[in-house]
T-cell receptor, first 113, second 111 residues
């Protein structure tokens, strides 16, 4: 069964450094998402991306965050200057069409020191 | 502010019994409703989706939706120890693209 794949599985970064999290959505999917889950808390929506542009973003997704689809397969989340509170699991998700469910990748655990 | 509420549990159910998980949501314009299962340290895994009022069955799982009451539930029949996990209710609001998740209900199936 096709899967959303995320790399790396664990990223450790010094506070203030830039980090890029990578995702390969399911190949025929058109809608892409990033979520985060701080340890012990609920999954929170960050941003959605369709047709090469952001379609929706949450209050969490401030100017420190950006997303890009640099080629036909990858979807990336960049955090420009990481803070301690950015430590979380980051999940990429994708869906094929409107009103179809989103399928999640295994996540990247981001640890900011 | 869109809210999705779930009882955090733990909900303890004997093996073979029916587990009943509940969720309420605040946005009346919500259109799509999902149940995800999340094992500790893992990603959300889609269990069920439901879009219209009534029941939807898939194997041992039944999702129920009542838009008038803003209520979604998930029934798990013949519960197995492998069903022990946190169950996340997720809602897609009207006009929104991202999902709003509840905090999840921790389900424990006792052998």
């Amino acid at each position: 069964e096709p899967e959303v794949t995320q790399t790396p599985s664990h990223q450790v970064t010094q506070m203030g450094q830039e980090v890029i999290l990578r995702c390969v959505p399911i190949s025929n999917h058109l809608y892409f998402y990033w979520y985060r889950q701080i340890l012990g808390q609920k999954v929170e929506f960050l941003v959605s991306f369709y047709n090469n542009e952001i379609s929706e973003k949450s209050e969490i997704f401030d100017d420190q965050f950006s997303v890009e689809r640099p080629d036909g397969s990858n979807f990336t989340l960049k955090i420009r200057s990481t803070k301690l509170e950015d430590s979380a699991m980051y999940f990429c998700a994708s869906r094929e069409r409107k009103n179809q469910p989103q399928h999640f990748g295994d996540g990247t655990r981001l640890s900011i020191l | 502010q869109k809210e999705v509420e779930q009882n955090s549990g733990p909900l303890s159910v004997p093996e073979g019994a029916i587990a009943s998980l509940n969720c309420t949501y605040s946005d009346r314009g919500s259109q799509s409703f999902f149940w995800y299962r999340q094992y500790s340290g893992k990603s959300p895994e889609l269990i069920m989706s439901i879009y219209s009022n009534g029941d939807k069955e898939d194997g041992r799982f039944t999702a129920q939706l009542n838009k008038a009451s803003q209520y979604v539930s998930l029934l798990i029949r013949d519960s197995q120890p492998s069903d022990s996990a946190t169950y996340l209710c997720a809602v897609k609001g009207g006009g929104a693209d991202g999902l709003t998740f509840g905090k999840g209900t921790h389900l424990i199936i006792q052998p």
